[in-house]
């Protein structure tokens, strides 16, 4: 079945980063220090920018926090967002701290006078603003309207505020309608998605510890990916934010809409398998994992399926009882001893990238 074109989206820009609009999807995150410890705070956020993520998200649960937006944005190399719930006062102090973004709860700011407010200030500083409406923080009002926290509720309270915003003349708007549950999750943002043009941001909240977080949010992402919905995504987790950013990536590479980089393909093993394949394959990231060329790296067990993988692969190898084969754009260039067989791979993947004038950091 083709994939549906990717949903066509009115971008947003934060600082360098275009969100929407036919850009390349970002994986966002979250600092989980305390914001009014800006050190700790820009520390952690270069670590994450390091990891690959390219937006962040600042907790400002309090007007010291809002302040030290200050000292933080402005020394931030990737796009801050202020994350703003209960008092819009926190994303005006925020906003003349120098913030890329602002993310507004309509659940928690209720009052249209004061997101008007808040909206007039974005615009003068051109600023985006995330409507993030979360399952576990609907507008009590619509989710009696809809007799509970429906998908249609979700969607009604992110495009009753889209509604505001757009009244007053504010377009730069990205939309995030998160939930826990998939169904819902899933439902609310196609309904978002089919009566509005701009940018979603997915997640699945609140997705747990990362054992089974990564696999949860993995399906409610990559599900609305695959179905071309989506322009920016976060994977929230309990655990490390750095773990957040490598899984957003590897949804992302998972559904093909993020290049670069080796992609191992390695097979399960079996009892057929005479190599030490696992050690193989984990050697073989570890080698490759600084190459940025687009690579597709086979790392095969045996002869079932091994040299058809490996053929496909732009390089590959599979075992065999007297050690294996090393394949390179689909032909076999060596047979080796098995303990050879991961230094032949990575010979050929340095000959063939030295050949085409790429070679980074491979060893
Ligand atoms: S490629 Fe061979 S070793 Fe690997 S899972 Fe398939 S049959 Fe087993």
Same mark, same amino acid.
């Given at each position: 079945m083709p994939r549906p074109p990717r949903r066509d989206t009115r971008p947003v820009r934060l600082r360098q980063v275009q969100v929407g609009g036919g850009a390349p999807l970002t994986v966002q995150s979250m600092t989980k220090?305390?914001? #009014?410890?800006a050190a700790a705070t820009l520390a952690e956020i270069g670590r994450l920018a390091t990891a690959g993520c390219e937006i962040i998200r600042l907790a400002v649960p309090d007007e010291e926090a809002a302040r030290a937006l200050a000292a933080i944005a402005p020394h931030s190399p990737i796009p801050v967002i202020a994350d703003i719930h209960f008092d819009h006062r926190l994303a005006l102090t925020a906003l003349a701290g120098g913030v890329d973004g602002l993310r507004l709860n309509p659940g928690n700011i209720r009052d249209a006078a004061k997101v008007r407010e808040v909206v007039r200030a974005a615009a003068g500083r051109r600023v985006p603003i995330r409507i993030g409406v979360n399952a576990g923080s609907l507008d009590p009002a619509m989710a009696a309207k809809h007799g509970g926290v429906t998908a249609e509720a979700l969607a009604e309270s992110a495009l009753a505020e889209v509604a505001l915003l757009e009244r007053e003349g504010f377009q730069d708007i990205k939309i995030a309608v998160k939930a826990f549950d998939l169904d819902l999750m899933m439902e609310a943002t196609r309904l978002v998605a089919a009566r509005c043009p701009y940018p979603l941001h997915l997640g699945v909240t609140e997705a747990g510890l990362p054992e089974e977080g990564i696999v949860r949010s993995a399906i409610g992402i990559g599900a609305l990916l695959l179905a071309g919905l989506g322009d920016t995504l976060r994977v929230s987790l309990t655990g490390d934010a750095a773990e957040e950013v490598a899984a957003g990536i590897r949804i992302l590479r998972s559904v093909d809409l993020r290049r670069g980089g080796p992609i191992i393909v390695s097979c399960p093993t @079996?009892? #057929? @398998?005479?190599?030490p394949l696992q050690e193989m394959a984990r050697e073989v990231a570890r080698r490759t994992r600084?190459?940025?060329?687009p690579l597709q790296i086979a790392v095969m067990g045996c002869a079932v399926n091994g040299p058809g993988e490996a053929r496909q692969a732009d390089f590959g190898i599979a075992g065999g009882r007297e050690g294996g084969l090393v394949f390179r754009k689909g032909k076999v260039v060596r047979t080796l001893p098995a303990r050879d067989l991961v230094d032949g791979l990575l010979d050929e993947i340095k000959g063939f990238l030295d050949d085409e004038g790429k070679t980074d950091g491979q060893g």
């Open positions: 220090t305390d914001t #009014r410890d @079996c009892g #057929r @398998c005479q190599i600084d190459l940025t060329a």
